[in-house]
């Protein structure tokens, strides 16, 4: 059984802070590891696939960064605003074909 | 040009019976997902199509469980003889490339399904 670890569970924080979460996933056989946010009565939707050590992506004022060695990877959001409140869930793909295993997702609620 | 898509959106049922909740992959696309979303819980992976090959059907939780993609496109998730625990959001998500490294996912909006 792979574990994904996502924390925290919940996050609450002001309209303009700046914060962070995190993914845990095993450090051997990587393939990829993908970003999503899924907002109330919507879809996920992908924001990030990661495949190489080091790796840092952006979009907007969404960041993430991975360390395969070590088994983890960061979602930053800089300055949040109440739109980014949603469900984060990361996604490890262990093999190279298409299976992914996500987290347990980390809730994000901005407030104005 | 649509997503995916997924009918019912909202399944309501009595414990006992079956029941079916299809998947319509966004066109062209070859992998396709089932996973499901219990209270409280993260998604679970159910089952993997990808192209001609056998699907990886690892994650169905018991034999009630079954899923099947006619011509490579629209996929069925089958449910026996229902049981209040199967009461879950069901997502739906296809992928253009078989390969977890490059194909990222784009979900269906999923379908509720609540067993009484």
């Not at chain 1, 980390?106 to 104005?112: D, F, R, W």
């Not at chain 2, 209270?39 to 469980?65: M, T, V, W």
Request: charged share 20%.
């Amino acid at each position: 059984i792979l574990n994904v670890e996502q924390s925290p569970q919940s996050l609450h924080v002001q309209e303009g802070d700046s914060t962070n979460f995190t993914c845990s996933f095993p450090s051997s056989n990587f393939y990829a590891l993908h970003w999503y946010r899924w907002e109330t009565a919507k879809s996920p939707e992908a924001l990030f696939v990661m495949t190489l050590n080091g790796d840092e992506k952006k979009k907007g004022r969404i960041s993430a960064t991975l360390n395969t060695k070590e088994g983890y990877s960061y979602l930053y959001i800089k300055g949040s605003q109440p739109e980014d409140s949603a469900t984060y869930l990361c996604a490890f793909g262990g093999t190279s074909y298409g299976k992914l295993t996500f987290g347990q997702g980390t809730i994000l609620t901005v407030h104005p | 040009g649509a997503g995916v898509s997924q009918s019912p959106s909202n399944k309501v049922t009595e414990k006992g019976k079956d029941v079916e909740l299809r998947c319509d992959p966004i066109s062209g696309h070859t992998a396709l997902y089932w996973y499901r979303q219990s209270l409280g819980q993260g998604l679970e992976f159910l089952i993997y199509f990808q192209g001609n090959s056998a699907p990886d059907k690892s994650g169905l939780p018991s034999d009630r469980f079954s899923a099947e993609r006619t011509g490579g496109s629209v996929s069925t998730l089958t449910i026996q003889r229902t049981q209040q625990e199967d009461s879950a959001v069901y997502l739906c998500a296809s992928s253009p490339t078989p390969t977890a490294n490059t194909g990222e996912l784009f979900f269906g909006e999923g379908s509720r399904l609540t067993v009484l």
